[in-house]
């Protein structure tokens, strides 16, 4: 059978942005000392990575049969209100907790940025 490469670049980018909650998890302790903005900013890195997956699979889903736009849109919305409730109970802590929670939510970007940097370089230096 053969494997879809988009799903491979989602699993890629997922295992980066995991990799980059945990780097980003031990230099907010290393500069806080505090365990809590670590916890903070892997609960919004795990939230973010599960509604990245979630989404490519749906858009996937809906490319290859049509149709479930209303699931597809149900879906989007149930994410954006564990990320307002969540975003909700980290705002009550403190200012420091509020940035780690958006430096979370940011880690799939952040993956994001470095597949294609990797892309790019590849590209380069064989001469695509």
Excluded at 113 to 128: D, N, S
Aim: proline share 1%; charged share 15%.
């Amino acid at each position: 059978m053969k494997k879809n490469p988009d799903s491979d670049l989602v699993g890629r980018i997922s295992r980066r942005a995991v990799c980059c909650a945990f780097v980003g998890a031990a230099l907010a302790f290393a500069f806080t000392r505090a365990f809590i903005y670590s916890i903070i900013l892997l609960l919004a890195a795990a939230i973010a990575i599960v509604g990245f997956r979630m989404l490519a699979g749906t858009v996937d889903r809906l490319l290859r049969r049509g149709g479930g736009q209303v699931r597809f849109f149900g879906l989007q919305l149930v994410k954006l209100m564990v990320i307002t409730v969540t975003f909700i109970g980290v705002a009550r802590l403190s200012e420091a907790a509020v940035l780690a929670y958006i430096a979370g939510i940011s880690m799939v970007v952040i993956a994001g940025m470095i597949e294609g940097f990797q892309y790019f370089l590849r590209g380069l230096i064989r001469g695509a």
